[in-house]
């Protein structure tokens, strides 16, 4: 059974740019939640959606949006990209309730 | 939401115990803990989570205190594959958001 994946796994932007990152959650979870990790801290809660819907938002500007698509996959947004934006963005999956959640391994986003 | 904190670094060496403490002295009820560790920028890989009493997997033990303000995770026979960073996180009450903090570095020495 495949495991959260991610695409891309790497990618390099420009400022001001824009980019859109993809998960795709383990089979018959519906929830989704994303969080980016700059170099040397843990990971920040970004968005959580269940069911096609916004669950809960992280101290994020409004450049960072997201969205679940009726397969249960996301997109992750940002726009106008800024340096400090270079990070590791990762993708959790999981049922609904004191259940575990699963990782992706990430896409690492280098903004020059 | 529970605010964990932990060492930010913790020695042991290849085949012993390895103990790495949590604080969670604001935790509810209800609130799960959960134990997550991330090698060298992979995605974090869950181990164990439990709410009141101890639990073991075939990849550790969990100690929790009876006051639930503190937890234990435990891995028997440290291996050098075992060196990242470890996370002990207390997910929101009434959504899945992970607070992640700054974790413990384990680092196994042969």
């Known amino acids: 059974d495949a495991g959260v994946t991610q695409s891309p796994t790497h990618l390099i932007k420009t400022r001001g740019q824009h980019v859109t990152l993809r998960c795709s959650p383990i089979?018959?979870?519906?929830?989704v939640s994303w969080y980016q990790q700059v170099l040397g801290q843990g990971p920040q809660f970004i968005f959580q959606?269940?069911?096609?819907?916004?669950?809960g938002r992280g101290n994020f500007p409004d450049r960072f949006s997201a969205r679940q698509f009726p397969n249960y996959s996301s997109e992750l947004n940002v726009n106008a990209l800024l340096l400090g934006d270079s990070a590791l963005y990762l993708c959790?999956?999981?049922?609904?309730?004191?259940?575990?959640?699963?990782f992706g391994q990430g896409t690492r986003l280098t903004v020059v | 939401d529970a605010k964990t904190t932990q060492p930010p670094s913790m020695d042991c060496a290849e085949g012993r115990a390895a103990n790495l403490p949590c604080n969670h002295s604001t935790i509810s009820g209800n609130e799960y803990v959960y134990w997550y560790r991330q090698i060298h920028s992979q995605g974090p890989q869950y181990i164990i989570h439990?709410?009141?009493n101890n639990e073991t997997n075939e990849m550790a033990s969990l100690i929790i205190t009876e006051d639930r303000k503190s937890s234990t995770l435990i891995l028997p026979h440290a291996t050098l594959r075992d060196t990242a960073v470890y996370y002990c996180?207390?997910?929101?009450?009434?959504?899945?958001?992970?607070?992640f903090g700054s974790g413990t570095k384990l680092n196994v020495k042969p």
């Open positions: 996180i207390a997910p929101g009450r009434f959504d899945r958001r992970f607070y």
């Open positions: 439990g709410l009141k």
């Open positions: 959790a999956s999981s049922f609904p309730g004191n259940t575990e959640a699963f």
């Open positions: 959606y269940y069911e096609k819907e916004e669950r």
């Open positions: 089979s018959g979870h519906k929830s």
